[in-house]
């Protein structure tokens, strides 16, 4: 489970990417490219690269580029968000919740403000508040040298990298995400981005469908589909297009995320389409690409949605004899 606190548009939310197909779809400035961003960039944090070669688009070659740089990152203007992972995993043959959380701070200079790993209830490491009244860009770091007895040692590290890839035995096992490329042979990249990364590997593909034709595009999900199975893939694409959503397979209609504003948090949100109310009932009702240009879709997430369909029922129920 990814987590983004305070990240552009986003205010809390969380999105699991643990299962094989994520489908995230919104119209266009509803949030889903902000949520490609704040996933691709704690993949590059967490693998060691610097703060320094984070830049606006445009501006760098070999860094990360976002849109606004570091500095935009901030949701409503501040200067603090926060990125983190969640998975249960098996140490030893118990299975262990595993937490990674890291807070940046973009101004007045960009650095690490807050790091944690923990594995079940016991703190791997995590950063100590620094001293406002120094100047140094480190930061100190205690951690857990599995010792039975004694004080857990503390140590200085760079703020402008991650401590997860400056500890030694961890760092080599961290996995570098891939990039697909826009253009005329986008659907061949796709195809064969799943064919060559690494079994059980993630792959993120932002507006997977650009430039291709309704006709094709059931050929591509099935494609999509046969490949996640076959090399236990976990992928996550977004789209706005109907005509996608409307050639879903059964599975991957159960990795459907929706990206919309939420009036009570006034935030971006990240809703599942099977946790709706009255899920079952929103798609008899028709294809989920025509659901959502009908904008049906809509009504079921209205906060008051549970409320006018129980004044209405009991409304028929008047009605009978």
């Excluded at 944090?45 to 935009?72: D, F, H, K, S, W």
């Excluded at 016991?122 to 120094?134: A, D, E, F, H, Q």
């Excluded at 046969?226 to 059964?250: F, G, S």
């Amino acid at each position: 489970m990814h987590h983004i606190t305070e990240f552009k548009g986003l205010k809390d939310v969380s999105i699991d990417l643990m299962r094989p197909f994520t489908l995230l779809i919104g119209p266009n400035g509803s949030g889903k490219t902000n949520v490609i961003e704040a996933i691709e960039l704690l993949s590059f944090i967490a693998r060691g690269q610097p703060l320094y070669e984070i830049a606006n688009v445009g501006r760098t070659e070999t860094g990360l580029q976002i849109r606004g740089g570091l500095q935009a990152c901030g949701h409503m203007g501040e200067d603090i968000f926060a990125l983190g992972f969640g998975a249960s995993l098996r140490f030893d043959g118990v299975l262990k919740q595993v937490l990674y959380r890291i807070h940046l701070r973009t101004k007045p200079h960009s650095q690490i403000q807050y790091e944690e790993l923990k594995v079940g209830d016991r703190v791997i490491y995590k950063t100590l508040p620094k001293n406002s009244g120094t100047a140094s860009r480190d930061v100190m770091v205690i951690y857990d040298n599995f010792a039975d007895r004694g004080r857990n040692p503390q140590t200085a590290v760079s703020s402008q990298r991650s401590v997860l890839s400056q500890y030694p035995e961890i760092a080599q096992k961290n996995r570098k995400a891939h990039s697909l490329s826009d253009g005329i042979l986008r659907t061949l990249a796709i195809l064969t981005a799943l064919e060559t990364v690494q079994a059980s590997s993630h792959v993120i593909v932002e507006n997977f469908d650009n430039g291709l034709h309704p006709g094709r595009i059931g050929i591509l999900t099935s494609a999509i589909a046969e490949a996640i199975e076959r090399r236990d893939l976990r992928v996550l694409v977004t789209t706005h297009n109907p005509a996608t959503m409307n050639n879903l397979t059964p599975e991957q209609m159960q990795g459907v995320v929706l990206c919309t504003w939420s009036e009570e948090k006034q935030a971006a949100d990240l809703v599942e389409l099977d946790s709706l109310p009255r899920s079952d009932e929103l798609l008899e009702r028709g294809p989920l690409g025509d659901l959502v240009s009908r904008r049906v879709i809509e009504q079921y997430l209205a906060p008051e949605f549970e409320e006018q369909h129980r004044q209405k029922m009991l409304k028929w129920v008047k009605t009978l004899p």
